[in-house]
């Protein structure tokens, strides 16, 4: 035992000669780091590429211009000024935001849905914004890589699985995870630093609280029940933050004195009116000028073609891609924009050299009146070559990728499937283009003695009634005040742009 403590403070001493300590510029305290700002920034540049890529971000419109323009004015009053701060909204349904350890800072789509004022937007960005200030992922990464020794160490001298307090001074669970009750600690300090940072930008205090109520009552919808802080989760309990944002909102009101009048800020009606203003008509869903999904079909208006998923697998419509998956996850058929051409056998070799595979029972074809040319290879994967057949088809100068992968078999598994994917390419017929929609937030007033349900009704409303009192803020039960403005989700015909190109 006593050779192992040794061994314990000859790793600790090694690990303290390897780490470097840095003062913390929201809390003026001096911690532990091992990423550099230029390892941060490069970090940065790297995930903005495959965040783009991946899930991808909304181009500029007068909403992302807003959403950066009220980022700009919380970072004046950052801890941290020695970065360019960005603002973004990506593709995503779900409530989300996220930042980058060099500044880049992203809300979701889903999130502008469920906020209703802008105080609550900017408490949400004011919270990023905290968490780059405070050089949290600098942090978590000092912290993960000296987890493993740590807990070496704590296990050796018998002090693992003791409670201890927190930097906030509060106790966790006894035996909780190290990083969780870590990461934990940064979401606290976040909401800290981000309510002050909304607070002497002159925003409304409350504006946390009520996002957070918004946010449990949504996860309440989605799961069931309120996250509670477990084992593993990495935020606490949406009820705690909810508690604490109150409490300091309560305060800030305090020291401000008097209504909301009284300290210059709108009323919540007046706000919630100003907010909607911005939001009113943005793509609640993914945009269709990145194509739509109907049952099992793809619609792509401003590239003009469509194309036929196989039956019962589940799609997926990306950034850049757009995929389906075999029921039992051991196939997929995968649809990407190569780039221009003319001619499917020199793309297909072009790929190939690229990507460094080997084509095998080449073949040209046509698909309809479209020259294409199929070939089979092998993928490679970490856990061995995926059997894959791939069509490349020329359609508007364009070509265009289409692949079929078995994973865990043979390639006959699915062939059928595959091909019948490939042979389904077609350009849009006028059918097929007046039947495309896109879902719409739009804004509806109530009617003197209308219920929610009554408006959805009127109105064409595709939320449900519970969805639609989430996102609202209100109770479904509760009567509408004449004139109230409500959100509404709306299926409207989409006019292609020829200049558009989302597929990359």
Known sequence: MARLFRLGLVLLAGLALACTTAVNPATGQREVVLMSPEEEQRADEEATREIAESMGVVGESPLSDYVQGLGVQLARFSPRQDLDYHFDIVEMDEPNAFALPGGHIYVSRGLLVLANTE??????????IAHVAARHHARTDAHMKTLGIATLISELIGGGGASHPD????????????LARYARNQERQADRIGQD??????IEPGGMARFLTSLDNYTKLDLGFSLPQTYFATHPALRERMADAAARAHAEAWRLGGGDAARGFQSLRAAREAYFDHIEGMAVTRPASEGVIEDNRFLHADLDFGLRFPHDWEPRNGASSVAAFAPKRDGAVILELQGPGSDPAAAARAYAEREKLRLQQGLELSIGALPAYRAQTVLPAPYGGIPAEITWIVHGEL??????????GPLKTYQTQFRRFAQSFRPLSPEDRASIRELRLRTARAEPGETLIQLSKRTGNEWDPTFTSVVNGIFSHEALDPGQRIKIAVKEPYLAKVDSAPLR
């Open 197 to 202: 940072i909304a607070a002497r930008a002159g």
């Open 119 to 128: 105080a609550e937007l900017s408490h949400v960005l004011g919270h990023e």
């Open 167 to 178: 930097d906030t001074g509060e106790h966790e669970t006894a035996g909780a995870s190290p």
């Open 399 to 408: 070509i265009y990728r289409l692949t079929g992968g078995v994973r865990g």
